[in-house]
């Protein structure tokens, strides 16, 4: 493999190479290998710039600089690094782009970084493809253990029942097996109703699934609704040692988390939304989270306003509001709000879902987990989480990131002179960022998760292990291709691939520094204070920021420090 990419590098290295990054103007020397960019400064006491050609997001070759006569490369990164390296002589600016091309649009998963690095020195800790065990992790939590409501099913053990599912998940006890073959032919892609979170306090569950598949003729399934049932029978009763347990007026809830006019839409389609005179004891709530294509042009517009690549290099105020970011997470975080509240105060069943169950499920479960069970507020329990819900329940990482690039994103403008040079650049940046042609299936759904943990981790910076450096790192490496954690879309397909005997984990690399990820103000105690919610936080949606250092910005560049004055006045 490695022989092969080094017939793709058309030139290996480039002396006095100019780099614009920011206000910074550098010379040094470039270096290309077969999976990074490095570019080595001529100063000793700057560090060498590395840049993994996965992490690559678009390069524009443009017309010689008119003042220096140097031919420049203009690279986005999917970190939302911008740098432009200008060469002295053409020929040498197209070998680099070329090489850059051919390096970045891989066609296979084997051919990223992940492949190829080797941790020097090795990591001292070992046991990241360990560190979620499915068995442990439900045990935790009670099942077979405290509460014998639930079982574990071994129907999907060769994936042929849900491709897109883990080969072990968790059922209500009274289902059986053949139940649940019927069912699953009512959920799409069979990703049928599966618990992912047990709550210590009552027993209440979070359950996820995918949409049913109800269509124009209103079709239903009595095994569909016998499961969601049993889901919602399963807790023990509201009276636990003669005393009641605060607020257990039990409000079952099916959470919808696409809009209205979405869910309804997929009627069209065979799919939709359940028909609730059907469901008993429970009722249905639609959160509203947007679809992964407007969530990909709101991240596109938030960028470019942080970037301030039209303002001088200033944030573009105006521009960040328009993009509406805030209001994605805000949405996000009330319907959080909503599930922790039916879970833990109302001692309610909530079962989650959106189209597919593996983008708008998986941050609305999994931040909702967060904020109902200190364990995963820990440094290993935020590993298992994320395990558990994005990465054994199936988001699809692979395509959601783009790990495989697409020569679209390059384009050579050389050869374009003046102002058609700046408006053929407009025009190709507006394609981008609207992506009809290329990738729809992109998407910041798991960039979106990361941001809505470090608002948590804002408003209540005592309640958590973790630190903010973690989750910059966690965003840089989903998309660095260095580890083989997120490298592919399902559980089915890691098995297939078996990256752990091929890649390094990035939970070994989080655990053998861990010392740089921990939270200084972490208090444990403050998450065992029954009388301060027994560990159960409640975030204000309404108190949220932009995430600035993962843009490389100051708070002050790009939040109203008044506005947010007050965010973790609340329970600490």
Not at 17 to 22: A, D, N, R, T, Y
Not at 154 to 160: E, F, G, M, S, W
Not at 311 to 316: A, D, S
Request: neutral net charge; aromatic residues 12%.
């Amino acid at each position: 493999m490695p022989e092969d990419r080094i017939d793709l590098l058309k030139i290996a290295k480039v002396e006095d190479v100019q780099l614009e990054k920011g206000q910074e103007v550098l010379t040094g020397t470039l270096h290309l290998t077969i999976h990074n960019l490095i570019f080595h400064h001529d100063d000793p006491s700057q560090e060498e710039l590395w840049i993994p050609y996965p992490i690559i997001h678009t390069v524009e070759r443009r017309p010689p600089s008119l003042q220096t006569g140097r031919h420049p490369l203009y690279i986005r990164c999917r970190d939302f690094l911008i740098v432009t390296i200008s060469m002295l002589k053409g020929g040498e600016a197209q070998d680099v782009y070329d090489s850059i091309q051919k390096l970045t649009c891989v066609t296979s998963t084997e051919q990223l970084y992940a492949y190829a690095y080797k941790p020097q020195p090795p990591f001292t800790a070992q046991g990241g493809w360990r560190i979620y065990d499915p068995t442990k992790e439900y045990e935790r939590m009670g099942v077979q253990t405290t509460n014998h409501q639930w079982r574990y099913t071994v129907i999907n053990r060769d994936y042929t029942y849900s491709p897109t599912y883990p080969r072990t998940f968790v059922v209500p006890q009274k289902i059986s097996d053949n139940v649940l073959n019927y069912a699953g032919k009512y959920r799409s892609k069979a990703r049928i109703p599966a618990l992912s979170y047990l709550h210590w306090h009552n027993m209440a569950t979070i359950t996820r699934s995918s949409q049913p598949l109800v269509g124009f003729k209103q079709a239903r399934s009595i095994q569909d609704e016998k499961l969601i049932e049993a889901i919602f029978e399963s807790n023990l009763p509201p009276s636990q040692d003669g005393k009641a347990v605060y607020g257990s007026t039990a409000a079952n809830l099916i959470v919808d988390a696409r809009p209205v006019a979405n869910a309804v839409g997929n009627l069209a389609r065979g799919a939709g939304t359940e028909n609730m005179e059907n469901y008993r004891g429970c009722k249905k709530v639609y959160i509203a989270v947007d679809n992964i294509h407007v969530m990909r042009d709101s991240l596109a517009k938030m960028s470019e306003a942080m970037q301030g690549a039209e303002n001088n290099g200033q944030v573009n105020r105006i521009g960040l509001q328009r993009s509406n970011w805030l209001k994605h997470l805000n949405i996000l975080l009330e319907g959080t709000c909503t599930i922790v509240r039916s879970v833990h105060v109302y001692n309610s069943h909530v079962l989650v879902h959106c189209s597919d169950g593996w983008d708008r499920t998986a941050q609305l479960v999994s931040i909702s987990e967060l904020c109902l069970d200190p364990y995963y507020r820990t440094f290993e329990g935020f590993m298992v989480l994320i395990e558990k819900e994005w990465i054994s329940f199936g988001h699809k990482f692979a395509d959601r990131c783009g790990h495989l690039s697409n020569e679209k994103y390059f384009v050579n403008l050389s050869h374009t002179g003046g102002n058609a040079a700046t408006n053929t650049i407009k025009d190709m940046q507006n394609k981008f960022y609207k992506s009809n042609y290329y990738q729809r299936e992109t998407s910041p759904v798991f960039h979106q998760f990361l941001d809505c943990v470090y608002q948590l981790v804002y408003q209540f910076p005592t309640r958590f292990e973790f630190n903010e450096r973690m989750l910059i790192e966690l965003h840089y490496h989903v998309y660095s291709c260095q580890f083989g954690t997120f490298l592919f879309n399902c559980e089915r397909e890691r098995v297939t691939h078996q990256p752990e005997s091929k890649t390094s984990s990035i939970w070994d690399y989080f655990n053998s520094y861990k010392e740089n990820f921990v939270n200084p103000l972490f208090d444990p105690k403050k998450n065992e204070d029954i009388v301060d919610g027994g560990g159960v936080l409640f975030p204000d949606a309404r108190k949220i920021r932009y995430w600035a250092q993962l843009f490389n910005r100051n708070d002050d560049e790009v939040n109203e420090m008044p506005v947010y004055a007050t965010v973790g006045n609340g329970p600490l």
